[in-house]
Structure formats: C-alpha cells, structure tokens
C-alpha cells in the first residue's frame, strides 16, 4: 500500500462493542466512546499497515499545540502510538486518563 493513501473506515470497537463513524480531515483510529483504539498503523498515522491488531489502551492525554493527543500503549506488542483527539470524543473519559 502507498505511504500517502488514507485509509478511514467506520467500525465496531473491540473494546466497548460502540459503532464508530469516520471523521473528517483526519483518520479515526479510536473509539470516542472509550478510547480504546487497535493497533493497525504502522508507522504513518491512517496507513493500516501494523500485522499487530491488538488493542491499544489509552493511557494518557498530552497537550498539542493544536490541542490534545491520546497516548495509546499496545497491549500486546506495548508500542505507544499518539492520537489527535476528535470532536466528537468522550471529554469525561479524556478527563479520566489525564489525571
């Protein structure tokens, strides 16, 4: 697959079972419901070329200069992988992880 082919698909999250829409100008890769994400980037965010797909638990929240990123940990493989936040994202959970 090309480097600069974007792949954003909706899909059913492995982790709390939420149906998940794709978002504009960017690639979701986690569930705005819980934050759970699967680990199928490889190293260019939206090119799904990870052989991993496990889940990625989000561990942490870290302050962008655009805004926020969700820090996922691979719970099989323990990559760390940053992810911008999205909209429509659960602000709660985000509270959760950021404390």
């Known amino acids: 697959m ?3 082919r974007k792949i954003n698909d909706g899909f ?3 982790y709390c079972g939420a149906k998940v829409s794709p978002v504009e ?3 979701r890769n986690h569930c705005p419901e819980c934050l759970y994400s699967l680990h199928v980037d490889g190293d260019t965010p939206g090119d799904r070329e990870s052989s991993c797909h496990s889940l990625m638990e989000p561990i942490r929240v870290e302050k962008t200069g655009k805004g926020y990123s969700i820090i996922h940990r691979c719970m099989k493989c323990k990559k760390i ?3 911008k936040t999205a909209e429509d994202d659960c602000w709660e959970k985000i ?3 950021s404390v």
């Open 95 to 97: 509270i959760e992880i």
């Open 25 to 27: 100008k960017t690639c």
């Open 2 to 4: 090309s480097k600069s």
């Open 12 to 14: 059913l999250c492995l």
């Open 81 to 83: 992988h940053k992810n």
